[in-house]
Nanobody
Framework: QVQLVESGGGLVQPGGSLRLSCFAS????????MGWYRQAPGKQRELVAS???????NYADSVKGRFLISRHTAQNTMALQMNSLESEDTAVYYC??????????WGQGTQVTVSS
C-alpha cells in the first residue's frame, strides 16, 4: 500500500501561481511513476503531468510551458508548480502513484480555484 497526501491548493487569480505538493508513505519502493490528475465539475479525471523514477516527464498539451512537475525521491515528495493559471485550470487535483503491478494509488485531492 502507498499513502498519498496532497497540499497547496487554494484560490488564485488568473495569471497567478500555485505549488502543489504530494507526500508519499508506505511501500514507496514499489512505485515506478507518479503524477498529477485533475477533475473539473462535470468532466472526467484527466492526466496533468507525470514523472517516472528515471525522471522522464509527460504533460497534457493544455499545461505545457506553464506547469512543471518535479520529484524528490529522498524526501518521498512530488510537486507541481503551476504558473500562468487560467480559469480552465480550476479543478480538484489528485496525486497519483503507480507501482510495478500497474496498481494506482490516489490522494484525497486538493481544490484549485482560479478566479478573479
Amino acid at each position: 500500500q502507498v499513502q498519498l497526501v496532497e497540499s497547496g491548493g487554494g484560490l488564485v487569480q488568473p495569471g497567478g501561481s500555485l505549488r502543489l505538493s504530494c507526500f508519499a508513505s508506505g511501500n514507496i519502493f514499489s512505485v515506478v511513476a507518479m503524477g498529477w490528475y485533475r477533475q473539473a465539475p462535470g468532466k472526467q479525471r484527466e492526466l496533468v503531468a507525470s514523472i517516472t523514477n528515471g525522471g522522464a516527464t509527460n504533460y497534457a498539451d493544455s499545461v505545457k510551458g506553464r506547469f512543471l512537475i518535479s520529484r524528490h525521491t529522498a524526501q518521498n515528495t512530488m510537486a507541481l508548480q503551476m504558473n500562468s493559471l487560467e480559469s480552465e485550470d480550476t479543478a480538484v487535483y489528485y496525486c497519483n502513484a503507480q507501482n510495478r503491478m500497474h496498481i494506482d494509488y490516489w490522494g484525497q485531492g486538493t481544490q484549485v480555484t482560479v478566479s478573479s
